[in-house]
């Protein structure tokens, strides 16, 4: 796999919440810079073999 996209929208409680298209990840964080770091490291876990993991990572709002 080559991309990920992930659709990042305002949470009610406030932050943002993220979820990735098409895959069982979901994060959330309290601001914009957070919350792609907490993307990151969904990714990094869900996709545990580095040879599988996505090169690209796209957010969507």
Known sequence: MIEIVFLVEDDPDGGYTASALGYSIFTQADDLASLQI?????????????????EIIRYSK
Do not use: K
Request: charge should be negative.
């Open 38 to 54: 907490m993307i990151h490291d969904a990714v990094d876990c869900h996709f545990s073999d580095e040879n599988n993991r996505p």
